[in-house]
Every structure is written in structure tokens, then in C-alpha cells.
């Protein structure tokens, strides 16, 4: 039966095998080329205190910002950021030396336009990174002036690390997210359009499609289901080697989350084959593409599910099995989840695909019963 299989799928398994990877590789391949450099800086500095002059040459010399205009006002400087002249604009208010001398708070301003999300979020973190140093250097000194020995000082500040943290990392790694989301979509979308309703349209159209005696159907789809899931497991192995993209060697939960994905899968697309015909597959194809898209822009991922409309997220979860897995899935890879957080997500697929292949009998038995009832008439 196994050679049997893989003569009659050798098509689509060799799909099934190299999207995943070609997937993540490509993905992880941008994204390991990304960097986030040279952002253009308009600096308005109406201070010019020794101190301010240090924060403007810090700004200068950091490989992150390329300093393109310098002006006297912040009316300029607002102008300058808005007209996208420079990404952001870094105001150091008149007596701002004094004030940070007297310790009584004065603050530099930065701003930013927030037309591309990417550059301002860099371009904030680089100015933290750079204020926070100064920061510290400023309490060595009010330290010092204290009369606290110098390692006594150094003990202290050993404790603290300064660290650009970004939202949107400069070198563009949170690109390599998205292989979380794409993985589990390229194989809704490949399984269910390349294997699974050709599969069911076959089958009914030739009469097989029932539950007892098609044994062969049943050896095929289970063969499916494992091949997917060892071959994202590949996948993702590869990226991690080649890549360093977080990976989690927890292969045995890896294999049930995306075994009872791929069941969730069967049993939902099991009901819309019995709605469809193959003659229409292009058209429904093409379907399927375009809400493939809401269904990744409404599974919590994108955004979450406090932000949509109150019992949307249940919708989407009653309708399609994606939003059931795609979240314990990253978390399972980025974060090393273990069995306690990914249980409710297998637990929900399987729900899912029991709730959904009782649909499907439901719908069968009841055409069945009334093909039986036009026959007795006739």
C-alpha cells in the first residue's frame, strides 16, 4: 500500500517537501540581509552647552544616523521631519546643559516620522540607546561627587547593561517571525487545494467516497498528515542551522500540534468538497487564495484578539482551524513552549475536526436518504 501511495502522490509530495523549505529558506534569506542604517537626522540643537555638543557628536557617529541638516527652531525642525526631509528630528531645548547640571529633569525631544514604521521604530531605539549611555555616565558623576570610591561606583553600574531594544529590529530579524505564520498557511493552502479536495472529488465522483471499505483513502491522507509534519519540522531545521532563527527540538510536539492541524484540515475541507465540483477548481482555487489572506490577517497574529470586534476571534475560530494553531505554533518555536500551553491548541483542533467530520456525515447521510426516497418514488 506505501508503494502504492507513493506512486499515486508522487506529484504532491514532492510540493508538500520543498515549499516548506523554499519557504523558510527565502524568507530567512531577506531577512538575514536586512540593516538598517544611516537614517537621515535633522538636529536642531539651541542649547549648544558642552553637553549638548556631546549628545549631537554622539548622534554624529553613530553608524545608525547620517546627520543631513542641522536648523535653529523646532518650527524647522518639525518641517524638516514632516516633509520627510530626515526620518526623525532631535530637539535639545534652550538651557538644557544647565538643567541637567541642577538635575531638575530637562528633556531632548525626538521626532519622528511614523510613515515607515521600520526606519522610526530603528531610529527610536538608536536614540534610547544613545541617551541611556549618557544617563549612566551622569549618575557615575553625581556618584563621584558624593565621595563613593570609584569601585565601589563600578560595582554598582557593573549591574546595568544598555542595550538598544527595539520594537523593529535594525538588522530586520523580526522578518524572521513570519515564517511561523507563512509555514502553517503554505500548508492550509497546498494540502487543501494540491491534495485534499482533488482527493474528495475524486472519490465522489466515483463512488468511493464512504466510510467503510476505502481503506486506501484513509492510508492516504494519514501518510499526508506525517509527511507534513516531519518535512516543517525540516523545514524549520534547516533555518535554524543555516539561519539561526529560534527552532525548538521538541520534535514530538511539533509532530501532534501539526498532525491534529492537518485532521482539523481533512475534516473542514472534507464539507466543502461536498459543496463544490473539480470542473470548478480554478475559480475555487483562486477563492481560496484571496481568503487565505483574512484568514492570516484575523487569526491573532497579525493582530490581536482583544482589537477585533467582541466575539470576532470565536468566529474565526468556529469557521477555520488556522487561528487554532498559528499562536501555539510560534510560541512552540520562538518561545520553546511545552505540552502545558500547545495541549488546548491540539485539543481545539481535534474538537474543530470532530465537530466538522460530523457535519460532513451528516450532510452525506442525509443525501444518501434522499437519493434512497427519489429511487422508491420512481
Not at 548622534?59 to 527652531?73: C, I, K, M, P
Not at 512552540?332 to 460530523?358: Q, R
Request: proline share 4%.
Amino acid at each position: 500500500m506505501l508503494k502504492r501511495w507513493l506512486k499515486k502522490d508522487k506529484h504532491v509530495i514532492g510540493t508538500l517537501a520543498v515549499g516548506p523549505i523554499i519557504a523558510t529558506m527565502l524568507i530567512c534569506f531577506i531577512a538575514s540581509g536586512l540593516q538598517i542604517e544611516s537614517i537621515p537626522l535633522a538636529i536642531a540643537n539651541l542649547d549648544d552647552s558642552s553637553i549638548s555638543r556631546q549628545i549631537v557628536s554622539d548622534f554624529e557617529n553613530h553608524s545608525g544616523f547620517n546627520v543631513t541638516l542641522y536648523v535653529d527652531s523646532e518650527e524647522e525642525l518639525q518641517n524638516a521631519v514632516y516633509e520627510k526631509k530626515a526620518v526623525a528630528g532631535l530637539l535639545l531645548p534652550a538651557s538644557y546643559g544647565k538643567s541637567v547640571a541642577l538635575g531638575d529633569g530637562s528633556r531632548a525631544m525626538l521626532l519622528l516620522n511614523g510613515t515607515n514604521t521600520t526606519n522610526s521604530g530603528a531610529a527610536q531605539g538608536y536614540a534610547a540607546s544613545i541617551f541611556m549611555t549618557l544617563n549612566a555616565g551622569i549618575q557615575v558623576q553625581a556618584l563621584q561627587s558624593m565621595g563613593i570610591p570609584d569601585q565601589r561606583i563600578s560595582q554598582m553600574m557593573g549591574s546595568f547593561t544598555v542595550v538598544e531594544r527595539n520594537l523593529y529590529d535594525p538588522r530586520g530579524s523580526f522578518m524572521y517571525n513570519l515564517i511561523y505564520m507563512v509555514l502553517p498557511y503554505m500548508i492550509q493552502m497546498q494540502f487543501l487545494c494540491f491534495f485534499l479536495l482533488p482527493l474528495f472529488w475524486e472519490e465522489r465522483e466515483s463512488g468511493r467516497l464512504q466510510l467503510r471499505g476505502n481503506n486506501f483513502m484513509y492510508f492516504r491522507i494519514l501518510c499526508m498528515c506525517i509527511f507534513i509534519s516531519v518535512f516543517t519540522y525540516i523545514a524549520l531545521l534547516i533555518g535554524s542551522l543555516l539561519f539561526h532563527i529560534p527552532f525548538s527540538w521538541n520534535f514530538p510536539l511539533h509532530f501532534v500540534l501539526m498532525v491534529s492541524y492537518t485532521f482539523a484540515l481533512c475534516a473542514a475541507t472534507f464539507v466543502i468538497s461536498l459543496f463544490t465540483r473539480g470542473s470548478a477548481k480554478l475559480y475555487i482555487f483562486e477563492l481560496f487564495t484571496t481568503v487565505g489572506v483574512l484568514i492570516m490577517l484575523t487569526s491573532g497574529m497579525v493582530w490581536p484578539n482583544f482589537v477585533m470586534p467582541q466575539g470576532f476571534s470565536t468566529l474565526v475560530r468556529l469557521l477555520w482551524p488556522f487561528a487554532h494553531v498559528v499562536m501555539p505554533f510560534k510560541a512552540l518555536h520562538l518561545k520553546n513552549a511545552g505540552w502545558a500551553e500547545t495541549l488546548p491548541a491540539m485539543g481545539s483542533c481535534i474538537l474543530f475536526g470532530l465537530v466538522w467530520l460530523a457535519i460532513g456525515l451528516a450532510i452525506c447521510a442525509w443525501r444518501n436518504s434522499k437519493a434512497r426516497l427519489t429511487l422508491l418514488e420512481e
